[in-house]
């Protein structure tokens, strides 16, 4: 019999793959004969270069870029295991966790360093990048991460722009003609969750723009900047992508990767899974366990547990979800292929003592999931 365990991570408290290995602890305790197969997963956020340069087998990069106020920050990045794919999440060198509260300026945020990371990606001679765009701090419309790339936005005197989204309320001119060349060479898989445009009341900086420290005011001036630059960028580009889904993404980062380079946007499981080839690691499995650090109502829209539910019920296989904290619709999952869900608490305890308890308490919720599932076996027979 083999068993397929394939969590996302356990934000903050345990990796996916330190969650995978202790789920098939947990089930080889009841199940010693069987064959468990790890494969921890992500959904394209937080985790996903750690996730697949590990189930891969490939190598992690640390490279030194433009925080997204300027300050050079460490950033992670990956290739996996076929040496050909680089994967890059963008919060990693733009994104929220590198910025305290008060230091939020969405007026002068900049994603260059993410940019300057797809340049270490093909210095490093990928043809394939994986690129996740949660958690950014930027609403720049993709300008930095564009202008690390060659592109050059100018102002009437034909002078540069300074980086941020408030400057392009003042675009006058985008030159393309410095883009490096190898771009347009790339295969760019982009990790977007969202189908928000770039402008208007469901656009970066309406929806986005506040929980990075934009007001009323700053958002209303960030939409204007973006709708001057989206216009002019179609015009240059002739790629009318303004209110395509996705545009939005990451503080317009996703209009400019549509812009300025090949890149197609999909959801971030389906990236991961395919790039996994989880079709074949699921194929003869006698059931899965999946799993992230808490499952609500967001969980039935495309993140990694129902990404799992879904592919594995292509082949009639049951899923199990096991998760940190079970909230709010969190019911919502078996309609998209769940069959039970399951929380790791083995009784009331606080979020801090809860993170802490990490591999050792997933462990445990695995053997007991596993031996409800084996009682079932034995009342079936």
Known sequence: MR???????????????GVAEAMKEGVLRVFPEATVTTLPIADGG?????????????????ST?????????????????????????MATASGLPLL?????????ASTWGTGELLLQAMDAGLSTIIMGIGGSATNDGGTGFASAL???????????????????????????????PRVGQLEILVACDVDNPLCGPRGASAVFGPQKGATPEMVKDLD???????????STTGRKIMNEAGAGAAGGLGAALLFFTPARLRPGIDI?????????????????????GHSDFQTAFGKAPTGVAKAAKKHGIPVFCLSGGLGKGYQDMYAQGIDAACVCLPHPMGLEECMAAGAGQVAEAAERMCRVIRAAWDIQR
């Open 272 to 292: 991961v899974l395919e790039t996994l080839h989880f079709e074949e690691a699921v194929s003869g499995a006698a059931f899965v366990i999946t799993g992230e």
């Open 46 to 62: 937080e985790g996903t270069v750690e996730a697949m340069v590990e189930a891969t087998g490939g190598q992690f990069r640390t």
């Open 100 to 108: 305290r509260r008060e230091e939020l300026d969405p007026l002068r």
């Open 65 to 89: 870029v433009r925080g997204p106020l300027g300050a050079p920050v460490e950033a992670r990045w990956g290739i996996l295991g076929n040496g050909k794919t680089g994967v890059i999440e």
């Open 3 to 17: 068993i397929l365990v394939a969590p996302d991570s356990f934000k903050g408290s345990v990796s996916a793959l």
């Open 224 to 234: 204007v900047a973006l709708a001057r630059y989206g216009t002019l960028a179609a």
């Open 150 to 180: 060659g592109v050059r936005f100018l102002d009437r005197q034909g002078a540069a722009l300074p980086p941020g989204g408030a400057a392009l309320s003042g675009v006058h001119a985008i030159d393309c003609s410095g883009l490096d």
